[in-house]
C-alpha cells in the first residue's frame, strides 16, 4: 500500500511540474495528454523545464536529489539546460535526532559513548540525504586527546533507498516504452548506475579506504590535506576520522585578507586533478566546493583539504593508454587518429565511417585552437564531444564521464578563483610529461621492470615445461624440435647479419674520420 501510495505522489510531482511534456512530445496519444492536464490543473509553465525538473526532485525527497545529482554529471545523454539545472542541487536535508545518531554509534562499535569519546557534540555540523557529521574528541592508544569528525549512516536508509530504487526501475522501463527520447536517454541504464552509487556510499567502510589511498597517493606532494582514518572507530554506519580546520573554498574574499595565493590556489587546483588523474588513475570524483576548504594553520598555510570521498573514480591502464594516444592526437590536430581510436577501442560501431567522425571531431576541436589558450574550456570541449558522440551511437564509459563531470568542477572552481586560469597552459607540461610515460621508453622501462620478477620465476621453469610438453605429444615431437632448430639457425644467420652490419657501420666511420684529418693536415 505504501509503494502505491508513494508512486501515485511520484507522478503527480511529475505532473504537477510539467515534466510529462520531456518524454510525451513523441508519444501522439491525446487523451494521456488531457489525463495529464486535468491531474495537473493549476501548474505554471513560466519557469525553464531545468529549473521545474530540479523542484520536482527537490520535493521528492533526498534520494531522489542525490539521483539528480548523479545524472547531472550525464551530460552525454541530457540536454543542457537540464543537466546545469541539476548540478545547482544540493543536499538541503535537516538531521535527524541526535539520539538516533548516538544509538547507531554505540551499536556499531560496541560501547557506550562516553567509553569512546571524551566528549561528543550532539549538534551535527553537517548533514546531508545519506548522512550527518558530529564534531568529537577521542583519546588514542598513546593517551593523547585528538579532535575527530563523526559520520553516521541516516538510519533506515538502506530500506528507503531500495522501494526508491524500484519504483524508478519502474518507471525507467515506462518511459522507455513511451517514446524513441525515452530509449535515447537510457532510463535504466541511468538508474542502474546510481544504484551502484548509492550502495557504495552507504558502506562507509568503503569510504574511508578510498579516503586511505587518496591519503598515500597525495603524499609529499605538499598541496593538499586529507583526514587520516581512524580504523578501531570505523563501521559499515559510522566512520571516524582526523578534524580538519579550514576555511571553505567558496570564501574568496576572507581566503585573500588571510594572505592566500588566490591564483597559485586555481592553479594547485588543476596540478592536484591531473596527478590523481593521470599519475594515479585514482581520482576524488566529488570535489565541488562543498567538499574542499584550505588551510590557514601555518606549516599547510594554502593548501587544500578534501572531504568526502563517497565517490572516486579510477582508470585502468588501458584508459590511461587510450587517452594519452587520443591527447597527442588533439595537440597534433589529427582529428583522423581520433575517430581511429574510437572505432578500434569499440566505443562506436566498427561500420562507423572514418571520414564522417573525423569530420565531426574536427568541427568540435578546430575553433579552440585559434583563439588565446586562456579562454579555451578543456571541460567544454569534452562535453561538446560527448554530445557530437550520440549521433555516433558512442559506447559512453562511466570512469571517463566521472572524468569530465571532476574536470568541470575544477575547471569552474579554478575560473572562480582566478578567472585569468590558463587550465591548458597549466595542464600542458604535466600532460606531456604524462604522455612521454604512457608512450614513450619509460613506459616500455616501467613495463619491464614490473614483469621482471614474474620472468625471473618462469624462465627457470622453461626447460621443463618444454620437456613436459614434448612427453606429452610424442608423435608432434620430433617436427617440433625441428622447427625450434631451424628458427634458431634463422636467428643466429639474422644476429650475424645484424653484428656484420654493425661492424661494416663502425668501420665506415672510421675510415671516414681518416679521410677528415687526412685532408685537414
Same mark, same amino acid.
Given at each position: 500500500?505504501?509503494?502505491?501510495?508513494?508512486?501515485?505522489?511520484?507522478?503527480?510531482?511529475?505532473?504537477?511540474?510539467?515534466?510529462?511534456?520531456?518524454?510525451?512530445?513523441?508519444?501522439?496519444?491525446?487523451?494521456?495528454?488531457?489525463?495529464?492536464?486535468?491531474?495537473?490543473?493549476?501548474?505554471?509553465?513560466?519557469?525553464?523545464?531545468?529549473?521545474?525538473?530540479?523542484?520536482?526532485?527537490?520535493?521528492?525527497?533526498?534520494?531522489?536529489?542525490?539521483?539528480?545529482?548523479?545524472?547531472?554529471?550525464?551530460?552525454?545523454?541530457?540536454?543542457?539546460?537540464?543537466?546545469?539545472?541539476?548540478?545547482?542541487?544540493?543536499?538541503? $536535508?535537516?538531521?535527524?535526532?541526535?539520539?538516533?545518531?548516538?544509538?547507531?554509534?554505540?551499536?556499531?562499535? %560496541?560501547?557506550?559513548?562516553?567509553?569512546?569519546? $571524551?566528549?561528543?557534540?550532539?549538534?551535527?555540523?553537517?548533514?546531508?540525504?545519506?548522512?550527518?557529521?558530529?564534531?568529537?574528541?577521542?583519546?588514542? %592508544?598513546?593517551?593523547?586527546?585528538?579532535?575527530?569528525? $563523526?559520520?553516521?549512516?541516516?538510519?533506515?536508509?538502506?530500506?528507503?533507498?531500495? &522501494?526508491?530504487?524500484?519504483?524508478?526501475?519502474?518507471?525507467? @522501463?515506462?518511459? !522507455?516504452?513511451?517514446?524513441?527520447?525515452?530509449?535515447?536517454?537510457?532510463?535504466?541504464?541511468?538508474?542502474?548506475?546510481?544504484?551502484?552509487?548509492?550502495?557504495?556510499?552507504?558502506? +562507509?567502510?568503503?569510504?574511508?579506504?578510498?579516503?586511505?589511498?587518496? %591519503?598515500? *597517493?597525495?603524499?609529499?606532494?605538499?598541496l593538499v590535506l586529507i583526514p587520516e582514518m581512524l580504523w578501531d572507530y570505523?563501521?559499515?554506519?559510522?566512520?571516524?576520522? !582526523?578534524?580538519?580546520?579550514?576555511?571553505?573554498?567558496?570564501? /574568496?574574499?576572507?581566503?585573500?585578507?588571510?594572505?592566500?595565493?588566490?591564483?597559485?590556489?586555481?592553479?594547485? @587546483?588543476?596540478?592536484?586533478?591531473?596527478?590523481?588523474?593521470?599519475?594515479?588513475?585514482?581520482?576524488?570524483?566529488? #570535489?565541488?566546493?562543498?567538499?574542499?576548504?584550505?588551510?590557514?594553520?601555518?606549516?599547510?598555510?594554502?593548501?587544500?583539504?578534501?572531504?568526502?570521498? @563517497?565517490?572516486?573514480?579510477?582508470?585502468?591502464?588501458?584508459?590511461?593508454?587510450?587517452?594519452?594516444? *587520443?591527447?597527442?592526437?588533439?595537440?597534433?590536430?589529427?582529428?583522423?587518429?581520433?575517430?581511429?581510436?574510437?572505432? !578500434?577501442?569499440?566505443?562506436?560501431?566498427? $561500420?562507423?565511417?572514418?571520414?564522417?567522425?573525423?569530420?565531426?571531431?574536427?568541427? /568540435?576541436?578546430?575553433?579552440?585552437?585559434?583563439?588565446?589558450?586562456?579562454?579555451?574550456?578543456?571541460?567544454?570541449?569534452? #562535453?561538446?564531444?560527448?554530445?557530437?558522440?550520440?549521433?555516433?551511437?558512442?559506447?559512453?564509459?562511466?570512469?571517463?564521464?566521472?572524468?569530465? &563531470?571532476?574536470?568541470? *568542477?575544477? !575547471? @569552474?572552481?579554478?575560473?572562480?578563483?582566478?578567472?585569468? +586560469?590558463?587550465?591548458?597552459?597549466?595542464?600542458?607540461?604535466?600532460?606531456?610529461?604524462?604522455?612521454?610515460?604512457?608512450?614513450?621508453?619509460?613506459?616500455?622501462?616501467?613495463?619491464?621492470?614490473?614483469?621482471?620478477?614474474?620472468?625471473?620465476?618462469?624462465?627457470?621453469?622453461?626447460?621443463?615445461?618444454?620437456?613436459?610438453?614434448?612427453?606429452?605429444?610424442?608423435? *608432434?615431437?620430433?617436427? +617440433?624440435?625441428?622447427?625450434?632448430?631451424?628458427?634458431? &639457425?634463422?636467428?643466429?644467420?639474422?644476429?650475424?647479419?645484424? #653484428?656484420?652490419?654493425?661492424?661494416?657501420?663502425?668501420?665506415?666511420?672510421?675510415?671516414?674520420?681518416?679521410?677528415?684529418?687526412?685532408?685537414?693536415?
Open positions: 500500500m505504501m509503494r502505491l501510495y508513494r508512486g501515485a505522489f511520484i507522478v503527480w510531482v511529475v505532473l504537477r511540474y510539467g515534466l510529462d511534456e520531456l518524454f510525451l512530445t513523441s508519444f501522439q496519444k491525446p487523451w494521456l495528454h488531457f489525463i495529464a492536464r486535468l491531474v495537473s490543473i493549476g501548474r505554471s509553465w513560466d519557469t525553464p523545464r531545468g529549473q521545474r525538473m530540479r523542484q520536482a526532485l527537490e520535493d521528492l525527497g533526498p534520494i531522489f536529489v542525490k539521483f539528480g545529482q548523479v545524472i547531472s554529471t550525464r551530460r552525454d545523454l541530457l540536454p543542457l539546460d537540464i543537466a546545469d539545472e541539476l548540478a545547482k542541487l544540493q543536499d538541503r $536535508v535537516p538531521p535527524f535526532d541526535s539520539a538516533i545518531a548516538v544509538a547507531t554509534i554505540e551499536r556499531a562499535l %560496541r560501547k557506550p559513548l562516553n567509553e569512546v569519546f $571524551v566528549s561528543f557534540d550532539r549538534i551535527p555540523i553537517a548533514s546531508a540525504s545519506i548522512s550527518q557529521v558530529h564534531f568529537a574528541v577521542i583519546r588514542d %592508544r598513546q593517551g593523547r586527546e585528538r579532535e575527530v569528525a $563523526v559520520k553516521v549512516l541516516r538510519p533506515g536508509m538502506l530500506e528507503v533507498i531500495n &522501494k526508491d530504487l524500484s519504483l524508478m526501475r519502474t518507471m525507467a @522501463g515506462w518511459l !522507455e516504452g513511451l517514446s524513441g527520447d525515452g530509449k535515447r536517454l537510457r532510463p535504466r541504464e541511468v538508474v542502474a548506475e546510481f544504484d551502484k552509487y548509492l550502495h557504495d556510499e552507504l558502506d +562507509l567502510v568503503r569510504e574511508a579506504s578510498s579516503a586511505a589511498q587518496l %591519503r598515500r *597517493n597525495m603524499e609529499g606532494l605538499q570505523s563501521t559499515t554506519e559510522v566512520l571516524v576520522m !582526523e578534524r580538519m580546520h579550514g576555511v571553505p573554498i567558496s570564501q /574568496v574574499e576572507r581566503l585573500r585578507a588571510a594572505g592566500v595565493d588566490i591564483p597559485k590556489l586555481a592553479r594547485d @587546483g588543476v596540478t592536484l586533478f591531473f596527478t590523481q588523474v593521470f599519475r594515479d588513475g585514482f581520482f576524488h570524483a566529488d #570535489m565541488h566546493p562543498g567538499n574542499i576548504q584550505v588551510s590557514l594553520a601555518p606549516e599547510t598555510f594554502g593548501r587544500y583539504i578534501s572531504l568526502d570521498f @563517497g565517490i572516486v573514480g579510477t582508470l585502468t591502464e588501458v584508459d590511461k593508454e587510450y587517452l594519452a594516444q *587520443n591527447f597527442v592526437a588533439f595537440f597534433r590536430r589529427d582529428y583522423k587518429r581520433v575517430a581511429e581510436l574510437h572505432i !578500434e577501442s569499440g566505443w562506436v560501431p566498427s $561500420v562507423t565511417r572514418v571520414d564522417e567522425l573525423e569530420a565531426a571531431v574536427r568541427a /568540435v576541436c578546430e575553433p579552440y585552437f585559434d583563439r588565446p589558450l586562456k579562454e579555451i574550456s578543456l571541460g567544454l570541449v569534452l #562535453m561538446r564531444l560527448f554530445q557530437t558522440s550520440r549521433r555516433f551511437q558512442v559506447e559512453i564509459q562511466p570512469q571517463l564521464v566521472l572524468l569530465q &563531470k571532476t574536470l568541470l *568542477n575544477i !575547471e @569552474g572552481l579554478g575560473r572562480e578563483l582566478d578567472p585569468d +586560469l590558463d587550465l591548458w597552459s597549466t595542464a600542458k607540461p604535466f600532460l606531456e610529461q604524462w604522455m612521454l610515460q604512457q608512450v614513450g621508453p619509460q613506459k616500455l622501462m616501467q613495463q619491464l621492470k614490473d614483469q621482471a620478477p614474474r620472468y625471473a620465476k618462469l624462465l627457470p621453469q622453461l626447460p621443463g615445461l618444454l620437456q613436459q610438453y614434448l612427453q606429452h605429444d610424442k608423435n *608432434n615431437s620430433d617436427a +617440433l624440435i625441428k622447427e625450434l632448430l631451424i628458427e634458431q &639457425k634463422r636467428t643466429n644467420q639474422l644476429l650475424q647479419a645484424l #653484428m656484420y652490419a654493425f661492424g661494416g657501420f663502425v668501420l665506415g666511420m672510421l675510415l671516414m674520420q681518416l679521410l677528415v684529418r687526412i685532408q685537414l693536415f
